[in-house]
Structures are given as C-alpha cells and as structure tokens.
C-alpha cells in the first residue's frame, strides 16, 4: 500500500502530551497488524539532548544505537515495543549542521543557502525517512516538539505543508490543542482551539484530525462547535481527557474512533476493531494492584520528568507483580550518616540512581552503605551502581579514601576509573560509551536468575567511567561479586553481593528496555525481593 505519513503538532501550550498521543496512535495501528514507527522533532538548536539538564528537559533517553534522545522516545518505546535509533531523534541543530556541513564542502556550488528551501528540504527529507535503509513501514508517524506560531518551529511546518500537497491522501494530520475550563464561568472555552487551528490554517496546513486535550468531559455540543469552526468532520474531533493512567490512553482513543478516523482519511477499509487482549489484561491487572509498594528514590533531581523511565519500569514491574508501586523521591545532597534511617524508614527498597557529577554523590553512599548493612533491597544504576562499589571499597575493603577519578583524580584508590582507550578523547559526549552492549551473564548468580535462560544480554549505556578490573580480585574475595562481563573488553556491568537479599549495581541502564507489555527482568526481579 505504499508508507503513510501522519504528522503530530500541538497548539495552546506545550506540554499537553503529544508524544503520548503519538505512541497510542503507534499502538493502535500497529493493533491492526500495521508495521509503524514514530519520529520526533525537537525545533532546539542543540544537536541532542545529551548535554541539557534534566531541569531543562528532563531524562536523555538513548537508542540502541547509542543516539542521546528526547524522553518521547521512551513512551514510544515503552507503548509499541519498537526500537527507534537516532533516525527516530531530530533537532534543528543536527538538520543545520548537516546543511552547513555540505554547503562547507561545497556540494550546493555556490548556491545562496537559506531556510526555504534548503533547511526545509533537508527536513522533508528526514520526515520521509530517506537517509533509512531496508526499511518496510506501513505508517511514519512524526511528532513535532513545541507548539504552533513558535519561531521555532516555523520551518517544520512549512515541510508538513509542502509534503500534505505532494502526499495527498498518504498524509494525515492530528493537531492537539487544549480546552480550559473556567472555573468562575463554569464553562469549558473552545476560543483557544479555534485560535490554534487558525493558525495552523494561516501557515497552510488545515488539521484532518483535532485531539483536545481537557481536564472535563466534553459534551457532543462542544465536539460540534469545534468541528464546525475547525472545518474538522465530527467524528474527526476527539477528546484527551486525564486518565488515571498514560497507559489507558490507547483504549480511550480506541474507544473513540481516532484509529479509524485516521484510516478512512487515509483510504484505507477500517476492519473491525482489534481486542488488544494483552494490553487490556495490563490495564485489568493495573487496575487491581492496590496493595502499596514503597521505593525510596535516591537521586539530586526533584523533578517527576528526571529519572521518567526508571519511574515507569518500577510502575509496570508492580503491576506485573500484582502492587502499586509507590515512589518516594529522597534528594541525595540532604542525605546524612545521622539521618539516613529516618530518610529511608518503609521503604521496601532502594534505587540509586544515575547521573553526571559530583553534587549529591556522598549521600548516594551513605544510603548505599545504610542499605547493605540493613539488608534492604537495593538497585544501583550506573553512577548508583559506581556508589555502590565506593561505598564498599570504603567500609568493606578498608580504603577510606576510595573513590571514582571522575569525583577525584588524585584518588589513590580509584576504584571507579576511566578506561585507558577513552583518557585522550575531551569533547563532550566523546567520550561515552553509548548505545547497546553485549554483557555475559555469571551462571547462578541472581542476575542470571532474573534474565534466565539467556547467558548473554545486551543492554544499553550511557556514562564514561567504569569498574576499575585492577581490584576486581579483592571484591570478589569480600564479597561483592562481578556477575555480568562485557565479552569484548572485559569491562564489568554488573556487581552484586550474594549473601543479601538483592544488592546489585548495574553499570548500564536496564529501564531504557523495559515495555508495557515486557517489563524489565531485573525490575521484575527487584520489585519481587522489595514484596
């Protein structure tokens, strides 16, 4: 039938959720038994989101290929099991880089360069995926950052205009807006929708499909005052409401007719409605799991968006296990050796968690060595998991200034170091290993427990410095041992202590891979030992 194209914006205020409209729309097309994937394009000018806090933007989350991606990417992941890879993440910077590059080697032959339409090309291109080899999808869809009349996002929209003319039928596009409701008035307003569409009308893109986004219900009278100021068909306006939970999002649209009413746009027979049954027992199963589960999340960012994937792995890990996992963020930097036990008490387990830097760190130890030494379960992920082994060098081993050379170069015992191959590389980001790693698996240690049968994983990373082999010996005679290995290099990606209950550090991070429909074994695994 040729690839479709469906293209997502949104208008009002950002914020409103597209990325999750995108992936439930990627859900319920590939329900149909539709080969689908979605694409994001975020109209900054950095290259990725690998050097913006996560104040800014929260989590980075990476591809297999070892792209630094917008956290969209995860909900699309998570909703449709795909893999994306770093066609699936674009910036203005990287489509301006990559004109500037070629106009740098002289490939436009003098040409004067400018946004339309050689920027414009160059995004048309990425949006039809060119630059993709061996690819057979029956739908792209393409989820543009932002929101309407944005300076930003100007050129992306001019590309969507141009490629509705040239695609006709194969391309679609969703708009999502947002209807308040004003609480003195009591009444719901469509004016700021009707301004949203006008301007999308006004850049020439007239919207097949509006979503509105609403904290009430909205009655048919509503529905049909959008449709008609819209020029939108009726059961073309469909409403977002908020959902107890993300993932009853696809059902509600589903229930709604979005995937239908974008296939008799497209002009394809519509077919019956598919069950979703595993999707559908998720939900059920969610929908029972009362029982409350609290986490302790060790972190320094106190924001909801910072550490979204290990959120959300821990979310469908309890679910699976029957409980409600309920998180409790604990800042690091307030963390104390006197006030430990008061800032972990019920908590069933512990996660440490990543990132970059040195503020917050000694508190992420402490909990570590709190953790161990009262046998609470306790999951350290990637700089949680070089705590983890500095904490243990410290109060196991006897070296009390040990420490990682990325926290202290003059460290004698610098138990977490960088490797030797990656010493001389000093450009942001360069430095990083990056992307999906095979990792063999130590045979009846409880890592292996949790991802049996397989002996050999592949996982993905994000960090620079690693587990320093020259006292991998000591550890193991201590104690803590080296469960998971990369094959190639030797490097260690996973420690444990066997003779707790579950006190394991993995240097990558295994939430990037967890789906609602395959939670991740080693959540699974640490949600059990928490119950």
């Not at 597209?18 to 149909?32: C, E, F, H, T, V």
């Not at 219900?217 to 009726?234: E, G, P, Q, T, W």
Request: negative net charge; glycine residues 8%; proline residues 4%.
């Amino acid at each position: 039938m040729g690839t479709k194209y469906i293209f997502v914006t949104g208008g009002v205020v950002s914020s409103l959720g597209k990325g999750i409209i995108s992936a439930s729309i990627g859900k319920l097309l590939q329900a149909r038994g539709y080969k689908v994937t979605i694409q994001k394009f975020d109209p900054y000018i950095n290259i990725d989101p690998g050097t913006l806090n996560p104040y800014e933007h929260g989590e980075c989350y990476v591809t297999e290929d070892g792209m630094e991606t917008d956290l969209d990417l995860g909900h699309y992941e998570r909703f449709t099991g795909i893999r994306t890879t770093r066609h699936n993440s674009i910036t203005t910077g990287r489509i301006y880089k990559t004109v500037i590059d070629r106009e740098r080697r002289g490939d436009y032959l003098g040409k004067t360069i400018q946004v339309v339409p050689h920027i414009t090309d160059e995004i048309m291109r990425r949006m039809l995926r060119e630059d993709v080899q061996d690819e057979e999808l029956d739908f792209v869809i393409t989820e543009v950052g932002g929101t309407i009349g944005d300076i930003e996002s100007a050129p992306f929209m001019e590309a969507i205009r141009q490629l509705r003319w040239e695609l006709g039928r194969d391309a679609v596009s969703v708009h999502l807006t947002y209807v308040p409701y004003l609480k003195a008035a009591d009444e719901l307003k469509t004016k700021p929708t009707q301004h949203s569409v006008k301007e999308l009308q006004g850049l020439g893109i007239q919207p097949d499909i509006l979503v509105l986004r609403t904290e009430r219900h909205l009655d048919d009278h509503i529905r049909m005052k959008v449709a008609s100021f819209c020029n939108v068909d009726l059961e073309c306006v469909v409403q977002s409401e908020d959902m107890p939970s993300i993932y009853e999002v696809p059902v509600n649209m589903q229930r709604q007719g979005l995937d239908a009413a974008i296939l008799r746009k497209i002009g394809i027979p519509v077919g019956e409605t598919p069950s979703m049954k595993s999707w559908n027992n998720f939900l059920e199963k969610q929908h029972h799991a009362s029982k409350e589960l609290h986490i302790g999340l060790v972190g320094k960012y106190d924001l909801q968006d910072a550490y979204k994937s290990i959120r959300e792995s821990l979310n469908l890990a309890g679910i699976y296990n029957d409980v409600k996992a309920k998180i409790h963020f604990v800042n690091s930097e307030d963390i104390t050796p006197t006030n430990v036990a008061e800032k972990l008490a019920g908590m069933a387990g512990v996660i440490i968690c990543p990132g970059f830097g040195q503020r917050g760190i000694e508190g992420k130890v402490v909990a570590a060595q709190y953790t161990r030494t009262h046998d609470i379960p306790t999951f350290g992920i990637c700089l949680g998991m070089q705590m983890m082994v500095i904490e243990f060098a410290r109060n196991v081993l006897g070296y009390e200034d040990a420490n990682s050379a990325e926290m202290n170069p003059e460290t004698p015992h610098n138990v977490i170091d960088m490797m030797e191959e990656q010493k001389n590389i000093t450009q942001m980001g360069g430095t990083m290993r990056l992307g999906a790693y095979d990792c063999a698996l130590v045979e009846g240690s409880r890592a292996w427990e949790a991802y049996r049968p397989s002996l050999l994983i592949k996982e993905r990373h994000r960090h620079r410095y690693e587990f320093n082999n020259a006292y991998k010996s000591e550890y193991e005679a201590a104690g803590m041992k080296s469960v998971g290995l990369n094959p190639d290099a030797d490097l260690v990606e996973i420690v444990e202590v066997p003779s707790l209950k579950w006190y394991i550090g993995t240097q990558f991070h295994p939430e990037y891979a967890s789906t609602v429909l395959h939670p991740h074994p080693l959540f699974m695994s640490f949600v059990k030992a928490c119950i």
